[in-house]
């Protein structure tokens, strides 16, 4: 048994200290003999409208490119880092990554993240022209863009025009602040359903809805000079008026699931949530009743500031031929088709601000889902979306949303004190 | 027996139905609300009425046209029948080793077996993963089998008792006919354990069947992709679609539910054979 | 016994797949617990006991260590007497009935697990799920199952033991089924009651198994409410179904902090170590007061 185990051990051991090592070849691209690379996507597979979408996608990219071939994989919405960390870690990194935004930051920490603007070399600024540039700049990695925008969605308030209706409410002036949230909440939790439901304790942990209300309220959960501001006084102030509605009965203390089914079942009034989900909503609703969307609300006097989320396009190959393939399918993907195609199939926003309004494009869709509406017309100010410094940037989120977020808004804890704490231990972690 | 006696046995019998009965549904409910689940359409999926009504086809329909139901429960067999072979057979030999064999190497092994259980799987699965790499073993039926022999500690500890209760006449005996150790497990002890290499074969069977983590890191490519990474699909960023999700579940449950009642029966074989159903 | 020769060729195939998949990565990862590492980039060199030391700096490790204890202990009666019971009940009166429960009895084991937890987070759902309807007939307010850091831990046990009560019962079966009926009869026949067959014939029966049962159930309740801990509260709220198996996955996949989640699983296993060292002490002393 002895040398047996010796033998695991040190074959196991000669993994970590082996470095991966990788030849380049550089070679024209051609139809004959074409480079073949990985694509990790979350939306790839997906049963329904995200899986046919990417499907179309990669049918438009074949057609128009045979000089490259796209193996795609299908990889779960949460295991993605995982998986091209692992993949990495065995010498064998996926070409291009849709990756989250709530995991860029370690990804562009951990992983051989490629600067896309030098890999396009002088196509680049002619590409990015036109794409939205909030989206652009939160995909810099040292200086340079090394994260193109993809599926992007930004939360939106979607409203069930039926209980306005019945609590005496006009469907056609829905709230534009959290007072105004608050008002006609209580007008239909007092015709007997549930009032606004804010999705910010995030099923799979991310914090961009809390940052969306955070910025709102005038703060922000990282200052300009990466410092944590959890615990600023703008802070406390958004997440508090979201607290006063599960206080008040306003807002039920479930989960996002739970409230996801509350809505779809016709008995939640406001729903808070990212657009992403949009056509599932739709789908609970048709024939049932009357879903509309608005803008996310503002907190306080300024204007809303919500962020987004979903995911950004990364491109890890080392070897040059594979790099100049993937840009390809990047720049096809990021491109006024490829963006269309994302928004009609899939229903993400489209990220070139003409898209929408152009015949060619989107203008036909555009005129007949008016769901998405609301939310376009934001996308144009957007807040960038966040990273914590450090080395652990997830896990400062999820601190954040399990030790602050879910206790305050659906537990009733103190908003100055758990905030402060989180803060505290937030700082520790990213070494400030 | 006295004639007061004689309402015992019915409310014996009705208390029997009772217990086994009210366990049954409590242990069932989930399922049921699952397969009636898989009958809703999409507006009615969260109504809170278990009932599906109307019901509709229409989940079946869209998992059978657009989700590769029989690649993936072919992948899953294959990784979960590996497995349990594989586990079986490290198990029984070394049952019949460690109970006819060398018995005195019994306690150690044991041992080693436990402390095997008791290391965290989420804690090597990283090692295993960078040893499986190393070896080539990635999208490979090698790759998702060999390392999940590991947990074979498991299908020793049950099976050790099993051998170790076979009479030790019947085994002498055959030695003194002249079998060689391997006859004698062949014709004395496998028959004599034949329904409980059943019973930790299909556990060991679903066990894998049900994993996640080790095909998802292992096999990447869609055409590996097993069951637990596919009903993962009915879950994207854009939301949970409950009644194809629950239908893709009763269509892959349903090679377990076959395997279970084939193998159930020979596990309780035993008496019936004798005939002594009542 | 003659035939002591040749166990070698026996014992390979067990002693080959404990050392390469289990034993030596074990030895790799206490060797990473020493270090920090996450993945991708070199590790680091030897960082002593820091990765020991992050674990106790903050409550979460110990509270979920505690937890697991807890959801152990409570398991125990689900891995044993429980299935122990029903399987007993089944192989007293063999038939038609008895394939039918045994059928539904083994159904939580087949479900797929995301679906069991979807089944279950609807079913539980506090604003409309059926499980509050029901309370609600009986005038009970709304409970919120498992966002209540309250009730949370004792729903996911409960979710968790159903699964444990179908595996064992298979076993039990197993174990029952070689039990000599003819045995049985001729007892009846001297006219002994229900009650004393199960207690001098299955009973001596059954309790290897029982005590194997048992001792599998206290290594291995706190990787079968991982399964639950992950496809339904991912450890909340408020960290109340948390469980150290959870809590290396979280440090590991989620974190990618190799070093802190290989010393957690480290700890995992002293722990055991010194458990299994004061049971055999116990035992010795208990041996020797003989």
Known sequence: MKPLKLVGTLGALSLVLTAVSCSSTPSALSPANPVTITFSSYTYGVQGAAGTGTQKLLDAFAAAHPEVKVVPQSIPTADVLTKAKTDTAAGNPPDVVQIGYSKLAEAFQTLPVQSLEQIAGNEWKDHVSGINQALVNTGKKDGRVAALPFTVSIPTLFYNADLFRKAGLDPNRPPTSIDEVRTDAAAITASGHKGAYFGVVDSGKSDYLTQSVIDSAGGSTVGTDGSVTVDSPEAVRGLSSVQSLTRDGLQPAVGLDDATASFSSGDLGMFVVSTAVAGSLQKAAAGKFDLRSAAFPSFGAGKAAPTFSGAGLIVLSQDQAKQKAAWEFVKFLTSAEGYSIVTKNIGYLPLRADLADDPKYLKDYFASNRLLLPPLGQLAEVSPYRNFSGQNPNQAVVILQDDAVAPIVLRGADPQKTLSAVAGRIRELSGK | MHPTDRLRPAVAHALWHLVLAGASLAMAFPMLWSLLTSFKGPQDVFSPSPLPWPATLDNYAAVLSSWPVGMLVGNTFIMSAGVAAGQLVIAVLAGFALVVLAPRMRPAVLSACTIALAVPPQAIIIPQFLLTTRLGWQNSELGLIVPQLGTSALAVLLLVEHVAAVPAAQIEAAALQGARPIETLWHVVLPAIRPAILAVGILVFITTWNEYLWPLLIAPRSHDATVQIGLAQFQGEGGTDYGALMAASVLTSLPIVVVYIIASRRIIDSFIKAGLRP | ?290
């Open chain 3, 1 to 290: 016994m003659t035939q002591k020769a040749g166990w070698r060729p026996y014992l390979a195939p067990l002693i080959l797949a404990l050392a390469v998949w289990v034993y030596g990565p074990a030895v790799f990862t206490a060797v990473l617990s020493v270090m920090k590492w996450n993945l991708t980039t070199p590790p680091s060199g030897l960082v002593g006991l820091d990765n020991y030391a992050s674990l106790f700096r903050h409550p979460e490790f110990a509270r979920a260590a505690g937890q697991t204890i807890l959801s152990a202990l409570a398991l125990l009666p689900f891995a044993t007497i429980i299935p122990l019971v029903l399987a007993v009940m089944l192989w007293q009166r063999p038939g038609r009935a008895s394939v039918v429960y045994r059928a539904l009895l083994f159904v939580p084991v087949v479900v797929a697990p995301v679906a069991v937890a979807t089944a279950w987070k609807f079913l539980l759902n506090p604003l409309q799920g059926l499980m509050n309807r029901i309370l609600e007939v009986f005038g009970i307010p709304p409970v919120n199952w498992l966002g209540d850091p309250g009730t949370a831990l004792l729903v996911l046990v409960a979710i968790t033991a159903a699964k444990v009560v179908a595996f064992n019962l298979v076993l039990y079966t197993a174990t029952l089924s070689g039990i000599d009926r003819a045995l049985v009869s001729a007892a009846e026949l001297e006219g002994a009651t229900r009650w004393e067959i199960s207690r001098f014939i299955v009973g001596p029966h059954v309790a290897r198994t029982t005590v194997v049962l048992a001792l599998l159930s206290v290594v291995l309740a706190g990787q079968w409410t991982f399964t639950s801990v992950s496809v339904l509260t991912q450890g909340g709220p408020d960290g109340v179904t948390d469980s150290v198996y959870y809590r290396i996955y979280a440090l590991g996949f989620q974190f990618f902090d190799t070093g802190a989640a290989s010393a957690a699983g480290v700890l995992v296993l002293l722990a055991f170590a010194v458990l299994a060292t004061a049971w055999s002490v116990v035992r010795r002393s208990r041996r020797a007061s003989h």
